[in-house]
Nanobody
Framework: QVQLVESGGGLVQAGDSLRLSCAAS????????MGWFRQTPGKEREFVAT????????FYADSVKGRFTISRDNAKNTVYLQLNSLKPEDTAVYYC???????????????????WGQGTQVTVSS
């Protein structure tokens, strides 16, 4: 069982930066693929970024590539999402998720993830 707690969201202006953190419980954090998703009212949860268990491989949605960076610190059981050059369309609730490693470096589908955090709101004003 893994429990995930996100933090770091807030209200910022377009062009600003934020760093989201996701703290995980459990002693096997390093064996999980981690991902970030986001969701706005009335829309499906959208993939943002994912990182392999070792941190050596990452993958991003085209909409955030070059602006967002996912990273992890297995010693601290924490995964991060650095959000730069924020745009109003980045406004959403951001969720952290964990997937048991099953031979794939990373996952982009929400259904591949086993555990989810409660989400943190990011609001970008124009």
């Amino acid at each position: 069982q893994v429990q995930l707690v996100e933090s770091g969201g807030g209200l910022v202006q377009a062009g600003d930066s934020l760093r989201l953190s996701c703290a995980a419980s459990g002693r096997t954090f390093s064996s999980y693929v981690m991902g970030w998703f986001r969701q706005t009212p009335g829309k499906e949860r959208e993939f943002v970024a994912t990182i392999s268990w070792s941190g050596g491989r990452t993958f991003y949605a085209d909409s955030v590539k070059g602006r967002f960076t996912i990273s992890r610190d297995n010693a601290k059981n924490t995964v991060y999402l650095q959000l730069n050059s924020l745009k109003p369309e980045d406004t959403a609730v951001y969720y952290c998720a964990a997937a048991r490693y099953s031979g794939t470096y990373y996952y982009t589908r929400a259904n591949d993830y086993n555990y989810w955090g409660q989400g943190t709101q990011v609001t970008v004003s124009s």
